[in-house]
C-alpha cells in the first residue's frame, strides 16, 4: 500500500532495505536534501548515524519494503521510517552490556530532539525523529 505520510513540504523514498546500494544512494539523497535547506554548522554525521541505525533495524526485525519520509514544516527535519514488520518498541535506557540489541535505537534517542516508534495496525512500524538541524534563516 501506499505510505500513509505524504506531503508538500516533505521528501519521500521507498525501497528494499537489504539493497546497499538503495541504501546508500537514499541515504546520499537525505543528506544532500538535509543540507540544501540547513544551517552549515549542523549535525549532519549525527543524522546520518540515526539514518542508518533506523534502516539497520528494519532489515533486522522487519526486512523487505521500507518508506522514508524527510519532513520539513517547522524549523527542524522529522524523519520517519515506516516498515511493514511485526512491530518494535524502542528502548528507553541503555540495554545492559552485554545486550545483543536494543543500543542503536538508545543511540537514536540520544542524537535527535525527539524520538518516537508507534505501530501503525495492518501496515508495520512508525518510527519518528526529529533531527537537530537547524533551518537556514531559522
Given at each position: 500500500g ?8 516533505s521528501m519521500h ?14 541515504r546520499e539523497l537525505?543528506?544532500a536534501y538535509?543540507?540544501a ?5 549542523a549535525d549532519?554525521a549525527?543524522a546520518?548515524?540515526?539514518?542508518g541505525e533506523?534502516?539497520s ?9 521500507v ?11 522529522v ?5 511493514r514488520?511485526?512491530?518494535y518498541d ?12 536494543g543500543?542503536?535505537?538508545?543511540l537514536v534517542?540520544?542524537?535527535?530532539r525527539?524520538?518516537t516508534?508507534t505501530?501503525l495496525?495492518g501496515?508495520?512500524s512508525h518510527?519518528?525523529?526529529v533531527?537537530p538541524?537547524?533551518r537556514?534563516?531559522?
Open positions: 501506499d505510505s500513509p505520510l505524504r506531503g508538500a513540504w523514498w521507498s525501497f528494499d532495505a537489504r539493497d546497499a546500494r538503495s541504501t546508500r544512494d537514499v537525505f543528506l538535509l543540507r535547506k540547513g544551517k552549515k554548522d549532519y549525527g546520518e548515524v540515526v539514518f533506523l534502516i533495524n528494519v532489515v533486522r526485525h522487519a526486512p523487505g519494503t518508506d522514508i519520509e524527510v519532513e520539513w514544516r517547522g524549523d527542524a527535519p524523519l520517519h521510517v515506516l516498515d514488520g511485526p512491530g524502542r528502548a528507553e535506557t541503555l540495554p545492559p552490556t552485554l545486550s545483543e540489541t543500543r542503536g535505537l538508545y534517542a540520544t542524537l535527535t525527539e524520538f516508534v505501530r495496525p501496515y508495520g518510527a519518528r525523529a533531527l538541524i537547524d537556514t534563516g531559522a
